[in-house]
């Protein structure tokens, strides 16, 4: 079954450093999205890209976040100068636009910031 | 932002038992879908319901989708010890195109 594949599973960096978080969505799926989940807490929406643009953004994601898709299969989401509360989980997610709104997860990277 | 209430925050059920739990809202919603987590994991897609008063089944997993449009429950009936997980709702708001809501979760443990 094709799945959403996400690289680095876990990394740990250090306040003030820039991250780069990607993501392999299912190849023909349309939208894509990042979520993340702080430990113990409910998954969030940050942003959601579709047509090479984004079509959504929370209020989470402010300036230091930012999302591209340079090729056509990698989509990736960059924390330009990383804080401590930066420190959660991060999913990817995409979804095929003639399927409706189901959305599938990718396994999830998994960040801390010290 | 759009708010989820999921109840209960957890349960504590024998083998074999059925398990209910909703998620509702004050704003209607246009898609609901169940995930099921395991720690460390991604959410992994249970039921996807689009229409209202919409039933849909997936094995011993059952989901309705709210003729108000601002709730949804799921079922699992005969619970199994690899039922445990945290389950949450997620729902996909009128005025947004396809950002993700999703409730507090509800912590399901299963006792032998």
């Known amino acids: 079954e094709p799945e959403v594949t996400q690289t680095p599973s876990h990394q740990v960096t250090q306040m003030g450093q820039e991250v780069i978080l990607r993501c392999v969505p299912i190849?023909?799926?349309?939208?894509f999205y990042w979520y993340r989940q702080i430990l113990g807490q409910k998954v969030e929406f940050l942003v959601s890209?579709?047509?090479?643009?984004?079509?959504?953004k929370s209020e989470i994601f402010d300036d230091q976040f930012s999302v591209e898709r340079p090729d056509g299969s990698n989509f990736t989401l960059k924390i330009r100068s990383t804080k401590l509360e930066d420190s959660a989980m991060y999913f990817c997610?995409?979804?095929?636009?003639?399927?409706?709104?189901?959305?599938?997860f990718g396994e999830g990277s998994w960040l801390t910031v010290v | 932002g759009q708010q989820l209430n999921q109840s209960p925050q957890s349960m504590f059920i024998q083998e074999g038992e059925d398990v209910s739990m909703n998620c509702t809202s004050s704003?209607?919603?246009?898609?609901w879908l169940w995930y099921k987590q395991d720690p460390g994991e991604g959410p992994v897609l249970l039921i996807a319901?689009?229409?209202?008063?919409e039933l849909t089944s997936n094995g011993r997993l059952t989901a309705q989708f709210g003729i108000t449009r601002k709730d949804s429950f799921l079922n699992i009936s005969a619970s199994i010890p690899s039922d445990v997980g945290i389950y949450f709702c997620?729902?996909?708001?009128?005025?947004?195109?396809?950002?993700?809501?999703f409730g507090s979760g509800t912590q399901l443990t299963v006792l032998p």
């Open positions: 704003s209607i919603f246009n898609t």
């Open positions: 997620a729902g996909i708001s009128q005025g947004s195109a396809r950002q993700l809501t």
């Open positions: 997610a995409s979804s095929q636009e003639s399927s409706g709104n189901t959305i599938y």
């Open positions: 319901l689009y229409k209202a008063g």
């Open positions: 890209f579709y047509n090479n643009e984004i079509s959504e």
């Open positions: 190849s023909n799926h349309l939208y």
